[in-house]
């Protein structure tokens, strides 16, 4: 009876232990996403400093950092339309503390557009939140004495005229395009590697102009060296309410050209992380102070939900991907 009574109680103290073992599992992966975050987020930019996204990351981690208690730190690593900053993200942990912001034609465009990529933006990355929009503003030389869209639409039809761009694909170049095609007018693309050697080609008559991010273009506009002619989206730019849209320039009403700046995390980040993340978005980007900050800029606070911003990528993709086909772009 001993001998029973001691192997039973033998028996249920070993199931015992394996079932509290088991169960010491399940709860460590849910508390590692409950205590979310418990270690440093890093948030991976794929431009330099000083352009709308880099203003944006740096304005939503500072607030992120505040709101979690745990450092969040920003890396630039500008090239290749923003694939290097989204590649590393893409391979990443899917744990949630390594973060990429990109511009939409990271997934929109340039899986049309670059042969080698060693990641499937659309596969691979989820898009947790389109924190802002941000345009282009059209800017011309100013030796060229223009002083409308209408007459860069007039000179082009009489003559050659080159736009530049920070690269084949990025908005810039986009916008321009849209341009061209809604007016029918002609000028040659010339691509540069970023914004700042595109905007350096401008200034110096190297080219006649190009769509470029207004706080990039703004102080040489105001320092007379550089015409604006129009913003890309429907609205006026709060740097230059003077300047007119597109839409009114050209007396066409529908005619906004804006990209989203998402928030991104690897393909497998478990659901309440990117939910917490979106949830963080959605708040910092309707505070007062942040929204002020980021439309001084030129920036358009967003702060979406997760669903949201894959539809808003989803449609920007069916927007763009006609005119990319047209063009036929291609980048190795």
């Not at 700042?196 to 190009?210: I, K, Q, R």
């Not at 978005?281 to 997760?306: F, T, Y």
């Amino acid at each position: 009876m001993r001998t029973f009574r001691t192997l039973r109680a033998r028996r249920i103290s070993a199931a015992t232990l394996a079932a509290l073992a088991s169960l010491a599992v399940l709860p460590a992966a849910a508390q590692a996403q409950q205590a979310y975050p418990s270690k440093t987020i890093r948030i991976l930019v794929g431009s330099p400093p000083g352009g709308p996204s880099d203003i944006t990351t740096r304005v939503f981690a500072e607030r992120l950092q505040q709101r979690t208690g745990q450092s969040v730190v920003v890396e630039n690593r500008p090239g290749a339309g923003n694939n290097l900053a989204a590649g590393v993200v893409a391979k990443a942990e899917p744990d949630g503390y390594t973060l990429v912001l990109s511009p939409d034609t990271v997934v929109t465009i340039n899986p049309l557009v670059y042969r080698n990529l060693n990641f499937d933006a659309r596969k691979d990355l989820v898009n947790v939140s389109v924190l802002a929009g941000f345009t282009q503003m059209l800017v011309c030389n100013a030796n060229l004495g223009l002083k409308s869209a209408t007459d860069l639409v007039n000179r082009a039809n009489r003559g050659r005229m080159t736009y530049a761009s920070g690269g084949p694909g990025v908005p810039g170049h986009l916008a321009a395009e849209m341009f061209l095609q809604s007016t029918g007018a002609k000028m040659q693309h010339i691509p540069y590697r970023g914004p700042a050697p595109a905007t350096m080609a401008v200034l110096s008559g190297e080219t006649d102009c190009g769509f470029l991010a207004t706080p990039t273009v703004i102080p040489h506009v105001k320092a007379g060296k550089l015409t604006a002619l129009a913003v890309s989206s429907k609205e006026p730019s709060p740097l230059a309410p003077e300047v007119p849209t597109l839409a009114k320039a050209l007396n066409q009403p529908d005619l906004d050209i804006v990209f989203n700046l998402v928030l991104q995390a690897p393909q497998g980040t478990p659901a309440p992380v990117v939910s917490q993340l979106a949830a963080a978005a959605a708040d910092i980007m309707k505070q007062p102070a942040v929204r002020e900050k980021l439309q001084n800029s030129d920036l358009i606070p967003v702060g979406s939900s997760h669903p949201d911003a894959e539809a808003a990528v989803k449609s920007a993709s069916a927007r763009w991907e006609p005119l990319v086909k047209r063009l036929d772009l291609k980048m190795e």
